[in-house]
């Protein structure tokens, strides 16, 4: 038997995945969320696809922990490739099965059938169909994995751009969302957080006045009212009433990136090959990435039920069941006491808080059973009380030959872990957790096997020939700011350190830029997205112009995902401003064309953002972030225009494209910056305080 | 007030915040709650066809006024120009943001029908999107105001 898919073989029976219960519908249900991506259409054009049936006939099943196949959590860029894969498989042998059911009932040979829109036809024009079948074909059978999909000749849905099938509830208005959701007799909580690492409460009010709930549990405190105004008005009344005692446990701001290269930490050697010849002379660089948050334009929200001693969550967690696991540890239950059913949430760009919410309910929720209790948080928390993507520094040096040639690279990167997510581990990683008066240490974050992509690590191995190279990632043992996975992980960084370098190589050994990248590439399709980005934005033969500036950046996500390289025009006479990004990507075999068009697009304009604008302040106490004011972000007219060109590369497995296109961006802006004005700037963000630091240096 | 065209009496006092009693008691949930301090413009809703966050009004400055919400625009029965060319673009991916963008462009497309790229983007420069749809939603705005012309 051939190997199945991670997720199939975690999940083997066919009729865990769907049903043909609903009358004209399949239902499948899938472990993977959707958090704004679309998933759920990609998912649901893969079904159709190996069924045989129209798009409008796949009904995708909300992902809940008492149904769905255990997928883990939706992140990494994986879902294409793990649900995906193992949908396709499902499918095809259901489709199979169905077949073969349907040639004995119309006494004709399978491969006379013609299956179309869930109708199994004869040559003679009889007919059956997926529902008439339905009770003489079981799906309670493990999958056996053999029988092959179609091939992609075949396709007529997947490949094809699909519009995204939650789309309209969201453009019309419609109640959609987890903040949307109003159950019978459902009440309203607010949670007051400590306003700083490891702040502790030395006075709160015993109760509140005027039927106002008051729930306390070591440093945890929330409120809890009929209407969520009034929940909200409690909660501001009763924040001027506390004191906490608060101490300077956050690294000094001034000296960040010295404290993360002095921390203790834990080193391990990324990549090592070949041996280095010495060289002339050695050129070395540091690089640097603040803390960034999520900034969703949602706030977390959760609604949890008690009865009977069993929780029901409603979240829009990226895993629900690695939320189950840490929900029923942290709140000393067992995990078969717990439900947790998927509703969509606003934007999610990795790790944020919707984990953290869905404890907050539960801890209120406890103290009225029987009553679903919402818990929304506010815009400070959503920008402030989530994790952060980790500050990052990175150091590379070259080995030259008198020429500028690359004899050997090194990077080493300093970081916190950059997961902290739940549901792997002995203690929980809920934010609510270390407040309890049981309290569970707040849990140091790690990075995932560099087998699983790397965390700091991610993309630090530079994907071009060189001679000799060693890469070191260093996790930092330390973590006063709580520290978790943004869109990209590591890559960001390690992608903007790598590119902005090898433009300085090139530039130390007089060749051109794009030549050096195209030199070194072996992988043809690395060179074909390269070639196709400049190609498109008109690289060579541009006049140069004062104060503008082009640059490339290229990465391939993971060393193993989506190939991406992005083109950055930039306008710097005034203002930093990036003027138009042009995105190629090969994603190999492309589900939805224009939904992977979206992603890349969205995840440049994000970089963008992240690049120019953003860095999460704090002081020696508090993170100085109290609403968007302290964290901007790019707006509408700031945003770049953006072109993405998708090389189709025919048959090659399908790479996931959420995160592909960040990194290159980032480098892709500060090429174009120091090609504009000749400034090298290696701290990010590229605003004008740096760009006035690199000008001094 | 006058809410989407309909009288509607408003059980709550007039100190209780707009947004609050649209997504509650009206039932209109359209009117998404992003920042509570009108900094996102999420809860754009149009007073009296001026674009106004819902967050920061009460009940008391609503009374008597007309009240249009992202319901008020259209449906998918009955799409607004500005719905429709929204999913003609794809013009969007978590969704979040966009009732209180399309409130922002119905206004700017009622003041100034044929708005160039930088009149659209200037329009929209209150309203915070993550996801980085911009483009396309910009795109969007421009192809609904092309369909609105003819």
């Known amino acids: 038997m051939s190997k199945l898919p991670q997720s199939l073989a975690n999940n083997p029976k066919l009729g865990q995945w769907l049903d043909f219960a609903a009358p004209g519908r399949v239902t499948v249900r899938i472990g993977k969320v959707e958090i704004g991506q679309g998933i759920k259409t990609a998912l649901a054009q893969i079904a159709a696809e190996e069924l045989d049936l129209a798009f409008a006939q796949i009904r995708m099943a909300a992902p809940a922990t008492d149904t769905a196949p255990d997928e883990g959590v939706t992140s990494g860029s994986l879902s294409i490739q793990d649900s995906g894969s193992a949908l396709r498989l499902v499918c095809a042998e259901t489709r199979a099965l169905f077949l073969a059911q349907a040639a004995q009932r119309l006494d004709a040979a399978p491969e006379t059938l013609t299956v179309a829109d869930g109708v199994f036809r004869a040559a003679d024009g009889r007919r059956t169909d997926y529902w008439a079948l339905a009770a003489a074909v079981t799906l309670d059978r493990a999958a056996s994995g053999l029988v092959a999909p179609k091939p992609i000749t075949a396709h007529r849905v997947v490949g094809q751009s699909q519009p995204r099938s939650d789309l309209p509830d969201k453009v019309f208005g419609l109640r959609r969302f987890i903040h949307d959701l109003d159950l019978p007799g459902m009440v309203h909580g607010r949670v007051l957080r400590p306003p700083s690492t490891g702040a502790s409460l030395v006075s709160a009010p015993e109760a509140m006045a005027d039927g106002i709930g008051l729930v306390r549990d070591g440093n945890f405190l929330g409120v809890v009212a009929d209407s969520e105004q009034a929940a909200e008005r409690a909660a501001e009344r009763l924040a001027s009433r506390l004191e906490w005692r608060e101490r300077d446990a956050l690294p000094d701001p001034a000296l960040l990136f010295d404290w993360l290269k002095t921390a203790k930490a834990e080193m391990q050697i990324v990549a090592e090959r070949g041996t280095p010849a010495s060289g002339a002379r050695t050129h070395g660089a540091e690089f640097r990435k603040p803390y960034l948050a999520h900034a969703s334009i949602g706030p977390c929200c959760a609604i949890a039920r008690w009865e009977d001693g069993a929780l029901r969550v409603w979240s829009h967690t990226q895993g629900i069941f690695n939320l189950r696991a840490d929900l029923a540890i942290a709140l000393g239950i067992g995990r078969e006491r717990i439900a947790i059913e998927h509703v969509e949430g606003a934007g999610c760009y990795g790790h944020n808080g919707a984990d953290d919410v869905a404890l907050d309910a539960a801890l209120l929720a406890r103290t009225m059973p029987g009553r679903p209790l919402r818990v929304q948080w506010s815009r400070r928390d959503e920008l402030a009380a989530a994790a952060f993507g980790p500050a990052m520094a990175i150091r590379l040096e070259a080995d030259l030959d008198a020429k500028g040639g690359v004899l050997a690279w090194r990077h080493e990167v300093w970081s916190n872990g950059h997961s902290s997510r739940p549901g792997r581990a002995e203690t929980p990683t809920l934010l609510a957790a270390s407040d309890l008066a049981k309290s569970f240490p707040r849990r140091l974050s790690i990075n995932v096997a560099p087998a699983a992509g790397g965390g700091a690590e991610r993309n630090a191995v530079p994907p071009y020939d060189l001679p000799a190279l060693k890469v070191a990632s260093h996790r930092v043992l330390d973590m006063p700011i709580r520290a978790s996975a943004l869109r990209g992980l590591g890559a960001f960084a390690n992608v903007f350190a790598i590119e902005s370098f090898v433009d300085e190589l090139a530039a130390l050994a007089g060749e051109d830029r794009l030549a050096w990248r195209l030199a070194r590439l072996a992988d043809p399709r690395a060179r074909a997205v390269i070639e196709l980005a400049t190609a498109r934005a008109g690289w060579s033969g541009r006049a140069r112009r004062p104060g503008r500036g082009i640059g490339l950046g290229y990465a391939r996500y993971k060393s193993n995902g989506a190939y991406c390289a992005v083109v950055a025009e930039v306008e710097a006479e005034r203002e930093i401003r990036v003027e138009r990004l042009t995105v190629a990507a090969d994603v190999g075999l492309a589900i939805n064309p224009d939904g992977i068009a979206n992603q890349l697009e969205g995840g440049a304009v994000q970089a963008a953002s992240w690049t120019l604008l953003e860095e999460v302040r704090f002081d020696r106490r508090r993170i100085a972030i109290a609403g968007w004011e302290d964290y901007p972000i790019l707006r509408f007219p700031e945003a770049p225009a953006v072109a993405v060109h998708l090389i189709r590369p025919g048959d090659q497995p399908s790479l996931g494209a959420g995160e592909a296109s960040l990194g290159p961006t980032a480098a892709a802006i500060a090429n174009a910056l120091h090609d504009a004005l000749g400034l090298r700037v290696r701290q990010l963000p590229l605003d004008r305080a740096r760009l006035a630091q690199a000008a001094l240096a | ?150």
Do not use: W
């Open chain 2, 1 to 150: 007030m006058i809410v989407n065209g309909r009288a509607r009496t408003v059980a709550a006092p007039d100190e209780a915040s707009l947004l609050h009693v649209l997504r509650g008691e009206l039932g209109l949930v359209g009117t998404r709650h992003g920042c509570g301090s009108g900094q996102c413009g999420a809860c754009f809703v149009l007073l009296d066809g001026e674009v106004k966050a819902a967050c920061e009004l009460t009940v008391g400055q609503a009374r008597g006024r007309s009240v249009t919400t992202i319901e008020g625009l259209g449906s998918p029965e009955r799409p607004h120009p500005i719905q429709a060319a929204l999913l003609e673009e794809q013009a969007g991916q978590c969704g979040y943001c966009l009732s209180g963008i399309q409130i922002a462009a119905a206004a700017l497309l009622a003041r100034r029908p044929d708005p160039d790229e930088g009149q659209v983007r200037a329009a929209l420069a209150r309203n915070l999107c993550r996801c980085g749809a911009h483009g396309r939603i910009v795109r969007a705005v421009l192809r609904a105001a092309k369909a609105m012309r003819v």
